[in-house]
């Protein structure tokens, strides 16, 4: 009998987010596994103790990144950590737009301020300003060109707090097509879902946002398969991914851009895809060592 883990975040005395995460356990045992959900930052865990570890649902690791990968780097030295520690460095850090659009991933144009540099901001169209570790629309706002200094304070904020920022136009066809999720799971495309537009003109930086407004299934394009399919290519090394999700935007003309490449704790929204409980549980259990 596998020995798995869940691996989530500690919500306190509020409820866990992760509206997947009881189905998944309860999938998995009861098809035989021994299946737990545990907090990454939880002392206690004898991570060596599990078979296959599986990151789920840590969302509160953009706060404390640094941590969050030393953990995963320590946990995949003494078990399957899924995906593999040398990925969650890599996509934790949303540089990793740079490295996609140097393979010819088509990406959302991106810049990059870290803490000392010039503030460079676009004076001629609206942009959004994100953190380059970050989380649910953690730190982002959407700002036009005449609101230049309510941006640099958000970048000062940012800055003061350690953090590089992300600087992106603000892709209009969310207005219109909203954002595609495609995710995949075991190597293959398990389903796709469509958001409307998070960021709302005059929202603060540090409001709260519904991170998933609107969301409905999604049948991907052969377009948006193809892009999704080519990040997933572009990865450094080719690692062995378990899950991944690709979100995308419409471009200016309306072909199919990378906003983000999520390898690390993707929502996987089974609450909308129940179908997909099935094949969720057999990847897991077909990756955990026998």
Wanted: contains cysteine; hydrophobic residues 45%.
């Amino acid at each position: 009998m596998s020995r798995i883990a869940l691996v989530t975040y500690d919500p306190g005395p509020e409820p866990n987010r992760d509206r997947d995460l009881p189905v998944l356990v309860a999938a998995l045992r009861a098809d035989g596994a021994e299946a737990d959900a545990v907090s990454w930052d939880d002392r206690a865990v004898d991570w060596g103790a599990y078979d296959l570890v599986v990151l789920r649902s840590t969302w509160d690791y953009s706060w404390r990144a640094a941590e969050f990968v030393a953990w995963a780097e320590r946990c995949g030295k003494v078990t399957r950590l899924a995906n593999p520690a040398e990925v969650v460095r890599w996509n934790t850090d949303k540089r990793y737009l740079g490295e996609l659009a140097e393979a010819g991933v088509p990406v959302v144009p991106t810049r990059y301020l870290a803490p000392g540099d010039a503030v460079d901001l676009p004076d001629a169209h609206e942009y959004v300003i994100k953190p380059t570790s970050g989380a649910g629309a953690r730190y982002a706002a959407r700002y036009a060109p005449g609101e230049r200094d309510s941006a640099v304070r958000h970048l000062a904020r940012m800055h003061e707090e350690g953090f590089t920022a992300m600087v992106q136009p603000y892709m209009r066809g969310i207005d219109v097509a909203g954002e595609r999720a495609l995710q995949f799971f075991g190597g293959r495309l398990l389903h796709a879902s469509r958001k409307r537009a998070v960021l709302a003109p005059g929202a603060a930086y540090d409001a709260d946002k519904v991170a998933h407004p609107d969301l409905e299934p999604w049948t991907p394009t052969p377009a948006e398969l193809a892009v999704a399919e080519a990040a997933l290519a572009a990865v450094p090394d080719a690692p062995e991914l378990l899950y991944a999700r690709v979100d995308l935007v419409d471009g200016e003309d309306g072909e199919p851009l990378v906003m983000e490449l999520e390898l690390v704790e993707p929502n996987l929204f089974l609450f909308l895809h129940p179908a997909s409980v099935a094949a969720v549980r057999d990847a897991i259990l077909a990756a955990a060592p026998r």
